[in-house]
T-cell receptor
């Protein structure tokens, strides 16, 4: 079992660009959540996907959007990147139990 | 709005010491509480999960307690080792969707 996987590992973008991050959940898991972790901070909840629908959303602007596919994998899209979007983006999956976290994608916005 | 606070923000101890990390939360209506470990630039590793009906959980040298009524949890690490050096995060879940609210973490350094 590969656990939760995320791609890419690292990404560098410039302000105003758009980015897509990907997450494959742990085998058997059907719910995917995304978190943003700025340097020196705890992770902040962005949104959660279940049955291909956004089920819950944190306090993030509409520039942050997502998608879940029939195989339960998920994408996080961020439009019009700002310097403040630089962070570690974590994906977590679950199925009626605790969440399992992936290794994260480090996004740097220049 | 749930807020989670972790004290201290950083801690440096010599190898072999027993230590306690503290976590407090403002809304006692939680579903469960988790302690995570995070190595620099890495993802989160779950250490212990305490359901709201439980008082404590133990795993090896780690023991976590939960006092829901007072909004507090502690993580006790016995006989600390240099390999324990990491950031420890506390997170609470408020409901069935299990979205987590995190503290900022305690950065632990254990010196040989």
């Amino acid at each position: 079992d590969a656990g939760v996987t995320q791609s890419p590992t690292h990404l560098i973008k410039t302000r105003g660009q758009q980015v897509t991050l990907r997450c494959s959940p742990k085998s058997g898991h059907d719910t995917v959540s995304w978190y943003q972790q700025a340097l020196g901070q705890g992770p902040q909840f962005i949104f959660q996907y279940y049955e291909e629908e956004e089920r819950q959303r944190g306090n993030f602007p509409d520039r942050f959007s997502g998608h879940q596919f029939p195989n339960y994998s998920s994408e996080l899209n961020v439009n019009a990147l700002l310097l403040g979007d630089s962070a570690l983006y974590l994906c977590a999956s679950r199925r009626q139990g605790p969440q399992y976290f992936g290794p994260g994608t480090r996004l740097t916005v220049l | 709005k749930q807020e989670v606070t972790q004290i201290p923000a950083a801690l440096s101890v010599p190898e072999g010491e027993n230590l306690v990390l503290n976590c407090s939360f403002t809304d006692s209506a939680i579903y469960n509480l988790q302690w995570f470990r995070q190595d620099p630039g890495k993802g989160l590793t779950s250490l212990l999960l305490i359901q709201s009906s439980q008082r404590e959980q133990t795993s090896g040298r780690l023991n976590a307690s939960l006092d829901k009524s007072s909004g507090r949890s502690t993580l006790y690490i016995a006989a600390s080792q240099p390999g324990d050096s990491a950031t420890y995060l506390c997170a609470v879940s408020a409901g069935g969707y299990s979205t987590l609210t995190f503290g900022k973490g305690t950065m632990l350094l254990v010196s040989p």
